[in-house]
């Protein structure tokens, strides 16, 4: 062999053997204890070592190093070198060429110099650096050390591969696009620049990578995993794995396990998996950014940090916290019971399924509660909030709201800001604090609440408790049997359909009875009571107020203060004049369903009785205007038939405490009225017990169509008067009534 240098500190032989491994000579070193030390420095070497220490080193050419048993030192030099270390804590440097090292057993270092090198580390706790070029390196059992790229390399780029076999390995790869895989046990992999992918394996490993588009695998185990700048891809796999994003837009699941997942700055997509994770858009110390962050967590109990930026946020199963943080942010809980927020921005929250808190935050939110029994908070800002199914509390906070129960018996309250309200079906309490608020019962037995300011409130279906508060409120009824309370300031109420119970509190308030028999108290101020269709009660109060019988057998009692008291022709279509006693005299009808019973109370009271025309519909017909009004005058002119037309009776009405000596007055007014009097002593005592006033209507055409009809009877307790104290009209009442609609009745 050309150029070769030996020695050794014991007896040497040097024997020629057949040629190895392709190469034409071989040289082999050996003797008892023996440590070689050979420098080949020229040509295709083969240099097999001794058991002992041993130093080879190949120089120039394509070199063959065997180092046998012992710690031995191989250096390939220039070209493709294969160094085989054997057993012991070797060293092997391939330097420049496209080297092939193998460590064998032992803690042995490798070191690949430049040129696309290929590294095994063998068993034991290996050292290995690939060094420049893009090599292939292999860690064995055992701890090791792995480097794609060795120190100096700062502008190479060369792709490695690393297996890092079994053992807690360390692995670096570097510049370059490198695929690291730690395998078994706890491993440190980081990638380094480039677009890597670094699989950590069994085991609990930390993998991490640095500038570049990086995929990065935990695999099983409980493992830590730092995406670097780049858009990455981080995979948790099994185990209670730890991610982080870093900057870039990247994608990080944390598969089975409860995990721990960032995605720090920029847009991320984030997924927790199975188990119970926790989920952050952003990292610490990105307060100034804004990345739009998708996060899915999976199923666990997760919590979920949206960060700034408009997110995408499903805590998916089980029971999640999940926080938006700043900006537009669209926030869904999923199955479970759920604790949803957001800060700032307009932001959409859903519940789903499970007994969910949302909290809006600022900004003006959608908010919805969906299954479950559900609390909803707006905070400030006009929020739209919907509780849906389930007994749910929904809070608007500050602003004007908009706020729906939906199914169940829910709460609503909306604070601050002039607020909307349905309760929705259930039986539903609204209550709408400060604001000028629009409160719907809706379906179910509901309370509602105006509270300051002017208020509007309709119970709609069902028994409702309506209470307007303070300010001049408006209370509808609808349906059923409510109870309507103005509270203070002018209130307009108004019963509809059932037996309704209305008080109007403080102020001048106007109250209109519908259909039912409904009970009605003025309380103090001037107040107006209609009692409206059915049996009603009416009570003034204090102050000057004034009571509409209207259909049905009224009762209403002014209270103190100078009221007015109005009873309507409610008793239908009067007799007619034939109806007469043996003696010549009339006959007075007594109307069973139309009998008012009036008080005045103290004061200077007036009581009115009014009757009102009425005609067939055939005569209203041909009567009513191009504009639907109706043309009385032409009506009084159809005189032919004793039904055409006709002044609507009173019934049997009675007044309780008719004083004129107070300043009472009695009016009685309709078309062709006539009115008597009969001073009764009804029970023979020779005093007067009451004044009956006897009503027909009287027509100077004997044939006319409404001559001597009577009209009702009015019974009036209290002081005596004549006819010369109350006042009668006869003039026409056809400008009570303008449209057809309103008479046809």
Do not use: C
Not at 217 to 245: E, P
Not at 263 to 290: E, K
Not at 672 to 697: I, N, P, R
Not at 705 to 721: K, P
């Amino acid at each position: 062999m050309s150029g070769l240098t030996t020695s050794s500190d014991s007896n040497l032989l040097d024997q020629f053997v057949s040629p190895l491994f392709g190469f034409s000579e071989t040289e082999t070193f050996a003797g008892p204890n023996g440590k070689a030390k050979v420098s080949a420095t020229g040509g295709n070497d083969v240099v097999l070592g001794t058991p002992g220490d041993d130093s080879l080193t190949g120089e120039g050419g394509n070199d063959t190093l065997v180092g046998d048993a012992g710690n031995d030192i191989l250096i390939g030099g220039e070209g493709l070198d294969l160094a085989m270390g054997g057993f012991g804590n070797d060293f092997l440097s391939g330097d420049a060429g496209d080297d092939l090292l193998l460590g064998d057993d032992g803690n042995d270092t490798l070191d690949g110099g430049t040129g696309a090198d290929t590294l095994d580390g063998g068993q034991g706790d290996d050292m290995i650096n690939g060094g420049a070029g893009s090599d292939n390196l292999s860690g064995g059992a055992g701890a090791d050390f792995l480097s794609g790229d060795g120190p100096g390399t700062a502008t190479s780029f060369g792709h490695d591969t690393i297996m890092a076999g079994a053992g807690n390995d360390t692995i670096w790869g570097g510049m370059g696009d490198d695929i690291l895989n730690g395998e078994a046990d706890d491993d440190k992999v980081d990638g380094g620049d480039g677009d890597d992918q670094v699989f950590g394996g069994d085991g609990n490993d930390t993998l991490s990578a640095g500038a570049g588009n990086d995929y990065l695998s935990g695999d099983a185990g409980m493992d830590t995993l730092w995406g670097g700048d780049g858009n990455d891809v981080l995979s948790g796999g099994l185990g209670n794995d730890a991610l982080y994003g870093g900057a870039g837009t990247d994608t990080l699941d944390g598969g089975e396990g409860d995990d721990t997942i960032i995605g720090g700055a920029d847009s991320d997509n984030l997924s927790g998996g199975a188990g119970a994770d926790f989920l952050s858009g952003d990292g610490p110390g990105t307060a100034t950014s804004f990345g739009h962050d998708t996060i899915l967590a999976g199923a666990g109990n997760d919590t979920i940090w949206g960060g700034m930026g408009d997110d995408i946020l499903n805590g998916e199963a089980d029971d999640d916290v999940v926080d938006g943080g700043d900006g537009d942010d669209q926030v869904f809980g999923g199955d479970g019971n759920d604790t949803l927020s957001a800060g700032a921005g307009n932001d959409s929250l859903s519940g789903e399924a499970g007994n969910d808190t949302l909290w809006g935050g600022d900004g003006n939110d959608g908010l919805s509660g969906g299954l479950g029994d559900d609390a909803l908070y707006g905070g400030t800002g006009a929020d739209t909030m919907m509780g849906e199914e389930g007994h749910d509390f929904l809070n608007g906070g500050w602003g004007g709201d908009f706020l729906i129960g939906g199914g169940g018996n829910d709460t609503l309250h909306g604070n601050g800001g002039n607020d909307y309200f349905e309760g929705g079906w259930g039986n539903d309490l609204v209550e709408g604090h400060n604001g000028e608020d629009t409160l719907h019962g809706n379906e179910g037995h509901d309370t509602l609440i105006g509270g300051g300011d002017m208020d509007f409130l309709e119970g709609h279906d069902g028994n409702d408790l309506m209470n307007g508060g303070d300010g001049a409120d408006t209370l509808f009824g609808g349906a059923g049997d409510d109870v309507m309370l103005g509270g203070s300031g002018d209130n307009f109420l108004r019963g509809d359909e059932g037996m309704d119970s209305m008080v109007g509190g403080v102020g001048a308030d106007l109250m209109i009875g519908g259909s039912g028999n409904d009970t009605q108290s003025g309380n103090d101020g001037n107040d107006n009571l209609n009692g409206g269709v059915g049996d009603d009660l009416m009570i003034g109060g204090s102050g000057n107020d004034r009571t509409y019988g209207d259909f049905g057998n009224d009762t209403a009692d002014g209270g103190a203060g100078d009221d007015t008291l109005f009873s309507r022709s409610d008793g239908g279509q009067p007799v007619l004049d034939q109806v007469r006693r043996a003696n010549g005299e009339f006959q007075y009808i007594v109307y069973e369903d139309a009998n008012d019973v009036l008080t005045g109370g103290a004061g200077a009271d007036e009581f009115i009785f009014r009757l009102d025309m009425n005609a067939t519909a055939e005569v209203l017909a041909r009567n009513t205007n191009l504009d639907g009004t109706v043309d009385w005058m032409s009506i009084m002119m159809e005189n032919d038939n004793y039904h055409d037309h006709w002044v609507e009776a009173i019934g049997n009405d009675v007044i309780t405490d008719f004083t004129p000596s107070e300043g009472d007055t009695l009016v009685i007014s309709g078309h062709t009225v006539s009115v008597t009097l009969e001073q009764v002593d009804e029970d023979g005592d020779g005093a007067m017990d009451y004044t009956l006033l006897m009503l027909m209507s009287v027509q100077p055409m004997v044939n006319g169509a409404h001559h001597n009809d009577s009209l009702g009877t009015i019974r009036v307790y209290g002081e005596a008067f004549t006819l010369a104290d109350i006042l009668v009209d006869p003039s026409a009442m056809w400008d009570a009534y303008d449209s057809r609609e309103e008479f046809l009745l």
